[in-house]
């Protein structure tokens, strides 16, 4: 039986899938089965952060589970104290972890704190989330709640939580605070709803109303966090000290992993939260010696050369294209060319397959690009020459 053929007999149906058999990835090159290469301009959604195939990720994985794969959290974890260590450090923030599995695992975490932050500190009084139009959060059913996108709040799931409203900006977020707002979560730069990055001044501006009204700032870097942006966290480059941040995609380089991270250290105490597989010995020597190689390419000067390398080309792409283009948006290695139409985006993604790149859509109208923090000029020069190509018939 082909791939295809099991795949739609054993697997249920929740994506739309592309029937293309990948058997081995070198950086951001990956081979199917067929002998054809492709240039991932999407390291599996953000993912893969130091590129397929990487060597010393996959030494620190190897090196690790021969020894001891799993214990569970009731005993200390040393790559998991480590990881602590390591992303307390890069944060630039005086705080505490608690690991989880992915990221909507993670936001559950945070909204937990939250919550027991406005029960206990509050008299009961505080509980609701004030997140934004266009958000993305994830895909349980709290998460899926506090995504601000009306389509995913799906009749079929009801009924979802209490606590949950969304803005469409910032400037609105103000009006919709009230006695009982514990917490406001946003992404940075957006992710799922269109890359598209908040204004800088509007954050710090909320930043500061949130702290001097003792409402928590939850940023979700799931997606921007680990480097994406070119600092560690989005929040670095936004100048801002957030109560609670999430992280996830990019920080096992592709094992799974979801962080909660807050100040507040003193919020969660046994009992309140936990995880069986959450920061296991596998998934913390992955997303330790990630963390170090992505922090090394940072000092080392290459992960901006790469992300101002890669932003260059895809200028001149968008320049090239301004028929199909009508934006360019995004920061870091998280970038975006807004498209005239949803059916045009859909032809572009679908001839770039053809043409062996892949690319995303995020959004309705957006070509989205992440590929791996560690792409070389040669993949990225590949890559465009085969987008050019791709939408030459478009
Ligand atoms: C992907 C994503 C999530 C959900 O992460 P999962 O690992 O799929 O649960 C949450 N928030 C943001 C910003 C994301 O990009």
């Avoid at 266009?134 to 995913?152: P, Y």
């Avoid at 992710?191 to 702290?211: D, R």
């Avoid at 309140?272 to 000092?299: P, Q, R, V, W």
């Avoid at 995004?330 to 032809?347: A, E, F, P, Q, S």
């Amino acid at each position: 039986m082909s791939l295809e053929t099991i795949d739609k007999e054993y697997v249920l149906n929740t994506y739309a899938r592309n029937y293309v058999n990948f058997k081995k990835g070198v950086n951001a090159t990956l081979y199917s089965d067929e002998g054809k290469d492709y240039i991932d301009f999407t390291s599996g959604i953000g993912v893969v952060s130091c590129g397929h195939g990487n060597e010393r990720i996959a030494n620190a994985i190897c090196n690790q589970v021969k020894n001891i794969t799993h214990i569970s959290n009731l005993y200390a974890i040393e790559p998991q104290a480590m990881l602590a260590q390591k992303i307390a450090q890069l944060s630039g923030y005086d705080v505490a972890m608690f690991f989880a599995n992915s990221g909507a695992e993670a936001n559950e975490g945070a909204i937990k704190i939250a919550r027991k932050y406005g029960k206990t500190k509050f008299d009961n009084k505080k509980y609701k989330v004030i997140t934004l139009e266009h958000s993305f959060h994830g895909r349980t059913i709290t998460t899926v709640k506090a995504t601000g996108q009306g389509d995913m709040h799906s009749e079929n799931f009801t009924p979802y939580p209490d606590g949950f409203s969304y803005n469409t900006s910032i400037n609105d977020v103000y009006n919709s605070i009230d006695d009982e707002t514990v917490a406001v979560m946003i992404e940075l730069v957006q992710g799922e709803g269109g890359v598209q990055p908040l204004p800088k001044e509007e954050v710090q501006k909320l930043a500061k109303h949130l702290k001097e009204n003792n409402i928590l700032l939850i940023i979700d870097e799931v997606q921007t966090g680990a480097f994406r942006t070119g600092e560690f966290l989005a929040s670095n480059l936004y100048d801002i000290k957030p109560d609670i941040i999430t992280m996830a995609k990019g920080v096992g380089s592709g094992v799974p992993i979801g962080v909660v991270m807050t100040t507040h250290k003193d919020i969660l105490t046994p009992g309140d939260h936990g995880s069986t597989f959450g920061g296991n010995y596998l998934s913390t020597a992955s997303a330790l010696e990630a963390c170090t190689i992505l922090d090394e390419l940072k000092n080392n000067g290459s992960l901006d050369e790469t992300m101002i390398y890669f932003e260059e080309k895809l200028k001149s792409f968008y320049e090239a294209h301004k028929d199909l283009f009508t934006d360019m948006v995004g920061l870091g290695l998280m970038r975006g060319l807004r498209v005239k139409d949803n059916d045009t985006l859909m032809n572009i993604i679908k001839q770039s397959f053809n043409c062996g790149v892949l690319v995303l859509k995020a959004g309705k109208n957006t070509l989205r690009f992440l590929p791996p923090l560690t792409i070389t000029k040669v993949e990225t020069d590949e890559g465009f020459k085969r987008l050019e190509k791709a939408v030459e018939n478009i």
